[in-house]
């Protein structure tokens, strides 16, 4: 039987993408709408780790099955590595992303160093309140203009590392391979698999 795992997000980007890239696994992944689960969690860490595990924690008591949680942010090393941690409520949380963006990109203006990058830690807590967290990282930098529709976020204005183009214009497929997500799965499925060979942890 496939291992039942709830994917703590509200965001219905980050579920899509980390549904689109666990679809090949041995796992029955649900995001909260799937199971009928509306909570806020009051993200009070420090840390993206502490606030990964505060919103996995949180779901514990509600159902069954192993929790995944994710928190991300963008760095943009010109303003002191904001937005981090506080990327969902940087001017604004209800402020379009297009007026975010853009927003940003005058504050660049001047900018000679434009470099930023995409954090994300991922915990995930199993049914006896055991977990295990990854951080991981996408290099890159702050686009000239707001390019593209696809992705979420401040996907417009990110450049990849070795890349030309914005998440924003990429194919879904070259983001999902390369993303701070993608390498943070990447470390759950490992991680996973490790747990499945027991004599390893
Ligand atoms: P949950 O807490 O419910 O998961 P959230 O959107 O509030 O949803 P975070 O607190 O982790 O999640 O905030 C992450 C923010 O960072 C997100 O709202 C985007 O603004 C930005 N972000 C993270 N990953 C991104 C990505 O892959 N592409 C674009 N923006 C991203």
């Not at 992705?151 to 990429?170: A, C, N």
């Amino acid at each position: 039987m496939k291992q039942r795992l709830i994917v703590a997000t509200n965001n219905r980007h980050k579920a899509e993408e980390i549904k689109e890239m666990m679809m090949d696994l041995d796992f029955e992944v649900l995001s909260l709408a799937d199971i009928g689960i509306d909570v806020d969690v009051e993200e009070n860490g420090t840390t993206y780790a502490e606030n990964a595990l505060i919103k996995a924690m949180a779901l514990r008591d509600l159902t069954d099955g192993w929790i995944l949680a994710d928190d991300s942010g963008l760095e943009i090393d010109a303003l002191n590595r904001q937005p981090g941690i506080y990327s969902a409520r940087y001017l604004g949380e209800d402020t379009p992303y297009m007026i975010k963006n853009s927003m940003i990109l005058d504050k660049l203006m001047e900018a000679e160093d434009r470099s930023a990058r995409f954090v994300c830690s991922i915990a995930l807590v199993f049914e006896d309140g055991s977990y295990w967290i990854t951080v991981n990282k996408c290099e890159g930098s702050i686009s000239e203009s707001i390019a593209g529709i696809n992705g979420f976020g401040y996907d417009p204005i990110f450049i990849p590392e070795g890349y030309s183009q914005t998440f924003g214009v990429l194919p879904s497929e070259i983001k999902n391979k390369i993303s701070h997500r993608a390498k943070a799965l990447q470390a759950v499925v490992q991680y996973c698999k490790l747990l499945a060979e027991e004599s390893y942890v």
